[in-house]
C-alpha cells in the first residue's frame, strides 16, 4: 500500500533560518503530493501541491518539487518566522493504478516546527 | 465562501451512547471524506462519498461505524456503543471532484472523548 515518511521531529529554529522538512513516499503510479499545515487550534490547510513529476508547489515562501527518482517531496524555505510555527504534513493522493486507494489522502506522522524570534 | 463546517466542535460522552457527527461540505463540492486524527495512529482515512453514495467503507474501524451523505450534501457520521478507542478528531474534508489532483479542504473538526 501507499505510506509517506516524515523526518522526524520536532524541528526548532532561529527566525530568519532555512527550513527543511523532508517527504518521501511509497506509491504505484503516480501520485498527487501534498503539504499541509495545522496551526495551533486550527484544522488542515491545504499549504501547496504538486500532481506530477518535476512540478514545483509554492505558497506563502514555502516550495516543494515533486521527485519521482527519489520518491521525494521535501519542503522548503528560505526564511522563516515566528508564525509558521506549526504541524506540517505531507501526504499523496494515489493514482489509479494504486488501486483502491485512489483519491484518499495517505499522510505522513506530521513535523512539528517551532520558530523563536 | 464558506469554507467545510463541521458540527459539535467538542463532544465529551460516556463510553456505549451513540453519537453523530456532522460535515457541511463547501458548496458545489462533489465528493467528501472522512479522516480521524489520533495520537497513537495519525490522520487515517475513514470513508468517502461520491454524490451520495460511498463506494469503498473499507476504512471504517468497526461496524459500530457508519456513514451517510444525502442530497449530496451535508454528512453524518455515527458511532455507535462508544468506547475509548475511538476518542479522537474527526476531520471532514471536500473537494470539486473525487481526483487525485483535487485538493482536499478540511473542517476545523470534531473533538470527540469518550468517558
Known amino acids: 500500500g501507499n505510506s509517506v515518511t516524515q523526518m522526524e521531529g520536532p524541528v526548532t529554529l532561529s527566525e530568519e533560518a532555512f527550513l527543511t522538512i523532508n517527504c518521501t513516499y511509497t506509491?504505484?503510479?503516480?501520485?498527487?503530493l501534498f503539504w499541509y499545515v495545522q496551526y495551533p487550534g486550527e484544522g488542515l490547510q491545504l499549504l501547496l501541491k504538486?500532481?506530477?513529476?518535476?512540478d514545483k508547489g509554492s505558497n506563502k515562501g514555502f516550495e516543494a518539487t515533486y521527485r519521482k527518482e527519489t520518491t521525494s517531496f521535501h519542503l522548503e524555505k528560505g526564511s522563516v518566522q515566528v508564525s509558521d510555527s506549526a504541524v506540517y504534513f505531507c501526504?499523496?493522493?494515489?493514482?489509479?493504478?494504486?488501486?483502491?486507494?485512489?483519491?484518499?489522502?495517505?499522510f505522513g506522522q506530521g513535523t512539528i516546527l517551532t520558530v523563536h524570534p | 465562501g464558506a469554507g467545510v463546517s463541521q458540527s459539535p466542535s467538542n463532544k465529551v460522552t460516556e463510553k456505549g451512547k451513540d453519537v453523530e457527527l456532522r460535515c457541511d461540505p463547501i458548496?458545489?463540492?462533489?465528493?467528501l471524506y472522512w479522516y480521524r486524527q489520533s495520537l497513537g495512529q495519525g490522520l487515517e482515512f475513514l470513508i468517502y462519498?461520491?454524490?451520495?453514495?460511498?463506494?469503498?467503507k473499507s476504512g471504517l474501524p468497526s461496524d459500530r461505524f457508519s456513514a451517510e451523505r444525502t442530497g449530496g450534501s451535508v454528512s453524518t457520521l455515527t458511532i455507535q456503543r462508544t468506547q475509548q478507542e475511538d476518542s479522537a478528531v474527526y476531520l471532514c474534508?471536500?473537494?470539486?471532484?473525487?481526483?487525485?489532483?483535487?485538493?482536499?479542504?478540511f473542517g476545523d473538526g470534531t473533538r470527540l472523548s469518550i468517558l
Open positions: 474534508a471536500s473537494s470539486l471532484a473525487y481526483d487525485r489532483a483535487q485538493p482536499q479542504h
Open positions: 506509491a504505484t503510479g503516480y501520485p498527487s
Open positions: 504538486a500532481t506530477k513529476a518535476d
Open positions: 501526504a499523496l493522493s494515489g493514482s489509479r493504478a494504486g488501486g483502491t486507494s485512489y483519491g484518499k489522502l495517505t
Open positions: 458548496s458545489g463540492h462533489t465528493a
Open positions: 462519498f461520491q454524490g451520495n453514495s460511498a463506494p469503498d
